[in-house]
């Protein structure tokens, strides 16, 4: 029995490491995918292993997360498509390095923009078909930069905290609904996102070899990877998760809890 089948998901950010991850392990179980990502190309090449895998998958074209109008009609569309959305996946997300002297505020605005703002704009599209349906599941991805840090990260970090107050705020205004609404908190996953400007993967570093893995200030000893979010995601849209909302999972193999 596929855990997530005839479930509708929509995923942001799906063109590329987690967001790939979760709408291959949704797809996996059952689900119809649709996939939304401002690289059109990578949410077509996940489109393309999707299908190619037997799976259920579709991509609108080029879909900016900041753009209400744009997400709202992918939502319309994947409803017309499939009936019902059942699971929203908030997850596309940036980082701007920069600390409090010198950054700008354009950056400080767009990073809130799209790690908080859209977080807000997503889950109140789903809501609203959710609440008629009178079920659903609003999941979206946060950060254990939530709540611990490094310097050159405050609008990321800032965004991170703030979707963790939306989810739980959200959580108990939509629990009436049957609307189960939590968040993940993923720790060092190796994506396109632990690629630094300068092309160095920080997962693959000697400091990051050295004490991440060798010394364990990861416990686990090793970096994330997509599908170690994907299975949390996959819990959290099922029907094994039926009295759990407004939580936050942290999901970094220990990381957080070494000094
Ligand atoms: P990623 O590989 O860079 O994936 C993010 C995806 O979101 C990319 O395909 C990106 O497109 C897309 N995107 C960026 N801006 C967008 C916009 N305005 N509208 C629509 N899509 C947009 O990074 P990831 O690591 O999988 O990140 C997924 C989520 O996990 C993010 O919210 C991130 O903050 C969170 N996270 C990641 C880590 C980690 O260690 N990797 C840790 C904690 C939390 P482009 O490639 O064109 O920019």
């Known amino acids: 029995?596929?855990?997530?089948?005839?479930?509708?998901?929509?995923?942001?950010?799906?063109?590329?490491?987690?967001?790939?991850?979760?709408?291959?392990?949704?797809?996996?179980?059952?689900?119809?995918?649709?996939?939304?990502?401002?690289?059109?190309?990578?949410?077509?090449?996940?489109?393309?292993?999707?299908?190619?895998?037997?799976?259920?998958?579709?991509?609108?074209?080029?879909?900016?997360?900041?753009?209400?109008?744009?997400?709202?009609?992918?939502?319309?569309?994947?409803?017309?498509?499939?009936?019902?959305?059942?699971?929203?996946?908030?997850?596309?997300?940036?980082?701007?390095?920069?600390?409090?002297?010198?950054?700008?505020?354009?950056?400080?605005?767009?990073?809130?923009?799209?790690?908080?703002?859209?977080?807000?704009?997503?889950?109140?599209?789903a809501a609203e078909v959710m609440v008629e349906q009178n079920s659903g599941r609003i999941i979206s991805i946060s950060s254990i930069q939530?709540?611990?840090?490094?310097?050159?990260?405050?609008?990321?970090?800032?965004?991170?905290?703030?979707?963790?107050?939306?989810?739980?705020?959200?959580?108990v205004e939509l629990a009436p609904y049957n609307i189960l609404v939590n968040a993940i908190a993923p720790g060092a996953i190796k994506t396109g996102m632990s690629v630094a400007k300068d092309g160095t993967d920080e997962t693959e570093t000697e400091d990051f070899k050295e004490n991440y893995l060798a010394k364990r200030r990861i416990p686990l000893g090793r970096a994330g990877v997509p599908r170690d979010i994907a299975g949390t995601a996959l819990f959290l849209a099922s029907d094994d998760c039926r009295y759990m909302t407004g939580q936050l999972l942290i999901v970094d193999g220990g990381y957080s809890l070494t000094l």
């Open 146 to 171: 939530s709540f611990m840090t490094t310097s050159q990260v405050g609008a990321y970090n800032a965004a991170k905290a703030g979707v963790v107050g939306l989810t739980k705020s959200m959580a």
């Open 1 to 125: 029995m596929l855990r997530l089948e005839n479930k509708t998901a929509i995923i942001t950010g799906a063109g590329s490491g987690i967001g790939r991850g979760i709408a291959e392990e949704y797809a996996g179980e059952g689900a119809n995918v649709v996939l939304s990502d401002i690289n059109e190309e990578g949410a077509q090449e996940t489109r393309a292993i999707i299908e190619e895998a037997g799976g259920t998958a579709r991509c609108y074209g080029k879909i900016d997360v900041t753009d209400y109008d744009a997400m709202r009609k992918v939502r319309d569309q994947a409803v017309k498509e499939f009936g019902a959305l059942d699971v929203m996946v908030n997850n596309a997300g940036i980082v701007v390095y920069d600390n409090i002297l010198e950054s700008r505020l354009d950056d400080w605005r767009k990073v809130i923009e799209v790690n908080l703002e859209a977080v807000y704009m997503g889950s109140k599209l």
